[in-house]
């Protein structure tokens, strides 16, 4: 039997604002020591109340807006619930009934073509306590709580069962991080945890609109990670579906260092939230004009910037998408064309999105603090492009520059790499390799021109690579052609 995957994905993201979602504690917590960002509010305690952080509900309008979402009228903040003791009041506060965004969809590009996938709600909440646990001398575990974490205000935007494969869900979080960025509503890091995902994965017959069981997977904590538990889970459901054995409608866990999901609990077909309207705010209506007015400043949007880079800069489809991908990578392609002529773009995108891009992913570096600044990276791509030096020397150029901060011109005076352009100087060399290869020789003028491509590289190898390639071509194919 062939069955389809069906995936839907929940993200939360922490959001930028510099207080907390119902309180003025400060959201500025990553290095802060424990329980030192908190309030009788973030703490619960009884009988305190809480406020409405506006620059929240504004980043989730925004957010709800480039998402394609209706901005609803009315809206509501409602008590979710459940005993945890990461839940300071034994309940969050969230919207179940009333969110501020609904009905709305992103694009993916899903086997080269544009796939729209459903975005059913964006709504507010706010983030839980941390519980770190630890283990005694002693062997005894116990748990530590962290409150500085509860009450950031956190955005969850619940996507529609619309995709059918891992790398799907793959492209469809990675648009999401992207538009989250550009919006500057968020740093959306996984690995950082301001970004996380939950996904619900069944499978189905195929022509068949009954899923087996819904499953939940949680714990992946980057990119790979959901991508990497997609496909177990697809995988294994298949063999259990194979097998003829039940699939449980449950929560799974991944278990990074063993590549698989574990059971973690049975869920029930309703969770029992108990939720109710929070009797401690009132209702939101948003005003229609405040509102259009969040619309009317959205900043220029990943897809709209990646048709710009291929109109204004000529750039391959391939390239400007990847270069928008992100934010700051745009916008220091943009820094290194400031000025610059239009047929400039390519080569520099070569040089951003391949040799730079392999240096900042090794040392895991970002790319605003990486030594090589745009001005830097240009005037080396510039030097390539002239011919100054070949782009073999141009990477190991890159890699010093990338090291030292050192100026390409700096390093090329200084390690001698100028390409030798020089005619008479090349010839010379092109002469040694015609007399010492006279086999090669030989096949070439018998018609095998791949020999032409051996000798070139044995012309750039006796020049430790320093020879200008399209020189040593052409001086080759004439010598040749002459004797
Ligand atoms: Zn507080
Ligand atoms: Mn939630």
Same mark, same amino acid.
């Given at each position: 039997?062939?069955?389809?995957?069906? #995936?839907?994905?929940?993200?939360?993201?922490?959001?930028?604002?510099?207080?907390?979602?119902?309180?003025?504690?400060?959201?500025?917590?990553?290095?802060? &020591?424990?329980?030192?960002?908190?309030?009788?509010? =973030?703490? %619960?305690?009884? %009988?305190?109340?809480?406020?409405?952080?506006?620059?929240?509900?504004?980043?989730?309008?925004?957010?709800?807006?480039?998402?394609? =979402?209706?901005?609803?009228?009315?809206?509501?903040?409602?008590?979710?619930?459940?005993?945890?003791?990461?839940?300071? +009041?034994?309940?969050?506060?969230?919207?179940?009934?009333? &969110?501020?965004?609904?009905?709305?969809?992103?694009?993916?590009?899903?086997?080269?073509?544009?796939?729209? /996938? %459903?975005?059913?709600?964006?709504?507010?909440?706010?983030?839980?306590?941390?519980?770190?646990?630890?283990?005694?001398?002693?062997?005894?575990?116990? *748990?530590?709580?962290?409150?500085?974490?509860?009450?950031?205000?956190?955005?969850?935007? /619940?996507?529609?069962?619309?995709?059918?494969?891992?790398?799907?869900?793959?492209?469809?979080?990675?648009?999401?991080?992207?538009?989250?960025?550009?919006?500057?509503? !968020?740093?959306?890091?996984?690995?950082?945890? *301001? @970004?996380? =995902?939950?996904?619900?994965?069944?499978?189905?017959?195929?022509?068949?609109?009954?899923?087996?069981?819904?499953?939940?997977?949680?714990?992946?904590? *980057?990119? +790979?990670?959901?991508?990497?538990?997609?496909?177990?889970?697809?995988?294994?459901?298949?063999?259990?579906?194979?097998?003829?054995?039940?699939?449980?409608?449950?929560?799974?866990?991944?278990?990074?260092?063993?590549?698989?999901?574990?059971?973690?609990? *049975?869920?029930?077909?309703?969770?029992?939230?108990?939720?109710?309207?929070?009797?401690?705010?009132?209702?939101?209506?948003?005003?229609?004009?405040?509102?259009?007015?969040?619309?009317?400043?959205?900043?220029?949007?990943?897809?709209?910037?990646?048709?710009?880079?291929?109109?204004?800069?000529?750039?391959?489809?391939?390239?400007?998408?990847?270069?928008?991908?992100?934010?700051?990578?745009?916008?220091? $392609?943009?820094? =290194?064309?400031?000025?610059?002529?239009?047929?400039?773009?390519?080569?520099?995108?070569?040089? #951003? #999105?391949?040799? $730079?891009?392999?240096?900042?992913?090794?040392?895991?570096?970002?790319?605003?603090?990486?030594?090589?600044? &745009?001005?830097?990276? @240009?005037?080396?791509?510039?030097?390539?492009?002239?011919? !100054?030096?070949?782009?073999?020397?141009?990477?190991?150029?890159?890699?010093?520059?990338?090291?030292?901060?050192?100026?390409?011109?700096?390093? #090329?005076?200084?390690?001698?790499?100028?390409?030798?352009?020089?005619?008479?100087?090349?010839?010379?060399?092109?002469?040694? /390799?015609?007399?010492?290869?006279?086999?090669?020789?030989?096949?070439?003028?018998?018609?095998?021109?791949?020999?032409?491509?051996?000798?070139?590289?044995?012309?750039?190898?006796?020049?430790? %690579?320093?020879?200008?390639?399209?020189?040593?071509?052409?001086?080759?194919?004439?010598?040749?052609?002459?004797?």
């Amino acid at each position: 039997m062939n069955y389809e995957t069906i #995936i839907g994905l929940e993200v939360h993201a922490q959001l930028l604002t510099k207080s907390k979602m119902f309180c003025r504690c400060s959201t500025d917590y990553a290095s802060a &020591p424990p329980n030192t960002h908190v309030c009788p509010v =973030c703490l %619960g305690m009884p %009988g305190v109340l809480p406020t409405i952080n506006q620059q929240a509900v504004e980043f989730t309008v925004m957010t709800a807006l480039a998402l394609n =979402c209706t901005i609803s009228d009315y809206t509501r903040f409602d008590r979710k619930n459940y005993p945890y003791p990461d839940l300071m +009041k034994g309940y969050q506060i969230s919207q179940s009934y009333a &969110p501020f965004g609904h009905h709305g969809w992103l694009t993916i590009e899903a086997n080269g073509e544009k796939k729209r /996938v %459903g975005i059913d709600n964006v709504h507010l909440e706010e983030d839980v306590a941390k519980l770190i646990h630890r283990t005694s001398p002693g062997g005894e575990s116990y *748990s530590l709580v962290d409150v500085n974490r509860a009450g950031v205000p956190l955005m969850e935007i /619940v996507g529609e069962p619309d995709l059918r494969s891992p790398e799907e869900a793959r492209q469809y979080l990675m648009k999401l991080r992207s538009i989250l960025q550009y919006l500057g509503v !968020s740093t959306a890091n996984m690995e950082e945890g *301001s @970004f996380r =995902c939950d996904a619900n994965i069944s499978i189905r017959p195929q022509d068949s609109t009954d899923l087996l069981a819904k499953v939940e997977v949680k714990n992946m904590n *980057s990119f +790979k990670a959901v991508y990497r538990a997609l496909e177990y889970e697809a995988e294994r459901q298949r063999k259990r579906a194979a097998e003829g054995k039940k699939l449980a409608q449950e929560t799974r866990g991944w278990v990074e260092e063993r590549g698989i999901t574990v059971a973690q609990r *049975s869920k029930e077909y309703a969770h029992d939230y108990r939720y109710f309207p929070e009797p401690d705010l009132a209702p939101l209506v948003l005003n229609r004009e405040w509102v259009e007015a969040i619309r009317s400043k959205l900043p220029e949007l990943p897809e709209a910037r990646r048709d710009r880079f291929v109109a204004e800069y000529n750039l391959p489809l391939y390239d400007a998408n990847l270069l928008t991908s992100s934010i700051l990578m745009a916008d220091y $392609f943009e820094a =290194c064309m400031r000025g610059a002529p239009q047929k400039s773009a390519k080569p520099v995108a070569n040089w #951003i #999105i391949g040799e $730079f891009s392999r240096l900042l992913n090794a040392t895991n570096t970002g790319i605003n603090d990486s030594k090589v600044g &745009p001005v830097a990276l @240009f005037d080396l791509v510039q030097l390539i492009h002239e011919g !100054s030096i070949s782009s073999t020397s141009g990477k190991s150029v890159l890699e010093e520059m990338f090291h030292t901060g050192k100026s390409a011109d700096d390093i #090329i005076k200084a390690q001698g790499l100028s390409q030798i352009s020089d005619t008479e100087a090349i010839e010379r060399e092109v002469m040694a /390799v015609i007399r010492n290869n006279a086999q090669a020789v030989a096949d070439y003028k018998a018609g095998k021109k791949q020999s032409l491509k051996f000798l070139v590289g044995q012309v750039m190898r006796a020049t430790r %690579g320093r020879a200008n390639p399209t020189v040593v071509n052409e001086l080759l194919e004439k010598k040749l052609e002459e004797g």
